[in-house]
């Protein structure tokens, strides 16, 4: 049998989890002097009041070797792919592959490197589960998924800088005006680094729904069977708003809603929103 694992940044509802027979390995989330698994025992509430209230944001970290072990058995004769955030955004990767040598399971442990983030991971998740469920090898899942990696499309608007500020990944000058002006930068992830686009300014919701429409020509030419909107906490009636205007393309099988977990939301800050899908 072919095992999916993924670490817990690929942000799947547990809906989509027990669905799909997913396992999911935690990353910490570190709030000053407290240690939390992500998904596990703190929410992405508790890390907003907590950052507020500090004027800090949460620190993160990679499950260790000895967390990754827990999830293989050496014993079953399984095959496990593990999926792992972009290998340029943490030691997920190389931590999966040490696990799988100190078991001395490499030749049944395929890590992926799946060069992105949030549902960016989780879309490549759900695609290896329906072939794992097909019957098909690890090798062959592994062949196929490196081929769907670049046709991945992350992107994501946040609704203020000062998270990614705290974080360290924008100047203060730029937090500082994008708060003055009002401005939203939509990031793009590519080729698993993430890049600034453009920059939208006003009213959140008009910036959102912006931001979708401009994706419209891309949208109509992604694959047909997902598409993800992926939150930190947004406003209920503007996911709606996205939702109805992603169904008017009438391009999509389903249209799932996942909220970001605690890692991806600690450093993008609440009110982030992008639109997930993989290209032709």
Sequence with gaps: MVKILSDSTC????????????????????????????????SPDDLFKWSDEHGETPKTAAP????????????????????????????????CRLAAEDLEMSNRV???????????????????????????????????????????????????????????????????????????????VIDGVMYPEKKYRGKLSKVIMDYVKDMEPALKAARGDRVFITHSGCDLAVVESVRCYLESLQQFNEILETRAGSVISSHCGPGTLGVLFISQ
């Design 11 to 42: 942000d799947l509802s547990p809906e989509l989890i027990e669905k799909y027979n997913i396992g999911i390995i935690p990353l910490y989330v570190r709030c000053g002097d407290a240690e939390y698994r992500d998904g596990v025992n703190v």
């Design 64 to 95: 260790s070797t000895e967390d990754i072990k827990a999830f293989l058995d050496k014993d079953s004769g399984d095959d496990y792919i593990i999926f792992t955030i972009s290998y340029s955004m943490s030691a997920c990767y190389n931590n």
């Design 110 to 188: 395929f890590v992926v490197d799946s060069a992105n983030l949030s549902t960016g991971i989780g879309l490549q998740v759900i695609k290896a589960a329906e072939m794992a469920a097909s019957g098909m090898t690890a090798q062959a899942i592994v062949a196929e998924i490196e081929k769907l990696i670049p046709k991945v499309r992350a992107s994501f608007v946040v609704d203020t800088l000062t998270f990614l500020h705290r974080g360290g990944r924008c100047s203060g000058v730029a937090a500082f005006f994008g708060s003055a002006l009002k401005l939203h930068p939509r990031i793009s």
